[in-house]
């Protein structure tokens, strides 16, 4: 009998060696990590919906000019960006994920031939991936590190949106870290699983040195949702690491901007000089300086399983194998 865990519809779909997703990360998953994911079997997606179409088609270059492997572009639904869809689509993307809201309007820019796949939280925005075309869900947990529209664990969010799914394969995304994690995922229904904050401490990924030893040193859960991190994205919660601009202004009573202790402080530069004020949705990556613990940093409820920094093809092959052994 096949090995669900290694074989199913969602690797096949995607080419797959085994049935694991690197999340998109803003500022983290850069060329270096998606094309190390997509050469190590896993499906690998570069985030450009922050970006001008031209930074946009420069970072797909960049990873192709890595790794032969297909990988995904991951694309804000809400901001409904077809320019980005065309320009990836001309640069040889073969698989567009959209995330944050209804994909209705966004996957009307994706040509026939072109997957496209789509973060979904509920029943109801699962139904409104499917109408839109989507070839694989990723449900995705109140657990998950980065912006998180759900409110539903895992565990009750994946029987529900597989019972609605039928023939397209789920993949499950939101504290999960290791092989068993997957084996777990599979038994609730899900065909792959997401890994974000795992990533996040790689020698791959473009996280500061910082920010990924705050995630190995983490010996359990110390995340929490909320929409204190708000620059340039207000009303949208996210999951991060409790940091000392978090417990401030918890501790002054969660106030409204603009009236935060230390608003409008400049607390990050990146490496060309740019100025990046407290409560700013950026986190802290290679070659930026300041003070990197105050920054936003986003972090699964996985965390407490996190205690390396692997290269990303030592971790991959280590969880194949372990899944390979069933
Ligand atoms: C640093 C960071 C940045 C993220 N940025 C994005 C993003 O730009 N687009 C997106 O679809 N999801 C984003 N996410 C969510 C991830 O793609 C994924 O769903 C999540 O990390 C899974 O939960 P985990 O971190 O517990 O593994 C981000 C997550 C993290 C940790």
């Known amino acids: 009998m096949d090995n669900l865990l290694l074989r199913n519809r969602f690797t096949e779909q995607f080419a797959l060696r085994l049935p694991l997703m690197q999340g998109p990360m803003g500022g983290i998953s850069g060329p270096n990590l998606v094309a190390a994911v997509a050469q190590a079997g896993a499906l690998a997606v570069l985030p450009i919906w922050s970006m001008s179409v031209a930074a946009a088609i420069e970072k797909i270059a960049e990873t192709k000019a890595l790794t032969s492997k297909a990988f995904a572009v991951n694309i804000r639904a809400d901001l409904v960006q077809h320019e980005h869809i065309h320009a990836a689509v001309d640069q040889g993307i073969s698989i567009i994920h959209l995330f944050w809201g209804n994909p209705a309007a966004s996957s009307q820019a994706i040509p026939n031939g072109i997957k496209m796949i789509a973060t979904v939280w509920d029943e109801a925005s699962a139904k409104a991936a499917l109408d839109a075309g989507a070839c694989a869900l990723i449900a995705q947990g109140v657990e998950a590190g980065g912006h998180v529209l759900g409110t539903t664990r895992l565990q009750e969010l994946i029987p529900a949106v597989c019972s609605i799914a039928g023939d397209v394969p789920v993949a499950a995304a939101g504290g999960l870290a290791t092989a ?147």
């Not at 920010?211 to 995340?223: C, F, G, S």
Request: hydrophobic share 40%; aromatic share 8%; proline share 7%.
């Open 180 to 326: 068993e994690d997957i084996k777990q995922v599979f038994a609730l229904g899900a065909r792959a699983a997401v890994f974000g904050t795992r990533f996040v401490a790689t020698t791959e990924s473009s996280a500061h040195r910082d920010y990924k030893a705050a995630i190995v040193n983490a010996l359990e859960d110390t995340t929490v949702r909320t929409e204190c991190f708000d620059g340039a994205w207000p009303n949208a919660p996210h999951r991060v690491l409790r940091n000392s601009t978090f417990t401030t202004w918890e501790k002054a009573g969660s106030p409204a901007p603009p009236n935060r202790p230390g608003e409008g402080d400049v607390i990050l530069h990146t490496a060309n000089g740019q100025s990046i004020p407290r409560y700013f949705i950026s986190p802290p990556a290679q070659g930026m300086t300041g003070e990197i613990e105050a920054a936003v940093m986003y972090a699964g409820t996985g965390i407490g399983k996190i205690q390396d920094n692997p290269a990303v093809a030592t971790l991959i092959e280590e969880i194949r194998v372990d899944l390979l052994a069933g």
